[in-house]
């Protein structure tokens, strides 16, 4: 993994994060590029995942989505890509980041094995329970 390098998206990934990403608006993805709220990483020079966030209320940091190409998986790169906007957050001042994920999918047992704590969820219309999770990181 020492060919491994994470960087700020820049608007030429563009393409690459919206062919894997639907939940989110172009306009609104370039402008995310453009505010410095989407990380890419890369190995020998190709793309292979990325994570965007927000500010919850505001003043938390909330991962809102990460995606590492399967081809890839399983192999610590989404744990250090998450460690990475850990460690850019906390150098920003923030003590707490949250994220989330659906109650039917595998991700919530990746966010506990790296220190994630269940503190709740919501369910919105027919799409499963939502877990939402925290974590310090002061």
Do not use: C
């Amino acid at each position: 993994m020492e060919n491994i390098l994470i960087r700020y998206g820049e608007i030429t990934d563009y393409y690459f994060v919206k062919e894997h990403e639907q939940h989110i608006a172009d306009e609104i993805l370039r402008k995310k590029i453009e505010n410095k709220e989407v990380y890419v990483v890369q190995e020998y020079n190709y793309l292979i995942g990325w994570l965007r966030y927000n500010l919850f209320w505001d003043n938390v940091p909330f991962m809102n989505k990460i995606y590492i190409l399967e081809t890839h998986r399983n192999r610590g790169v989404g744990k250090r890509l998450v460690k990475y906007w850990e460690g850019s957050m906390k150098r920003k001042g923030y003590k707490h980041v949250l994220t989330s994920t659906q109650s039917d999918e595998g991700a919530q047992h990746f966010y506990r094995k790296i220190g994630y704590t269940e503190i709740g969820g919501i369910k919105y219309l027919e799409d499963p329970f939502e877990i939402i999770f925290f974590k310090k990181i002061e």
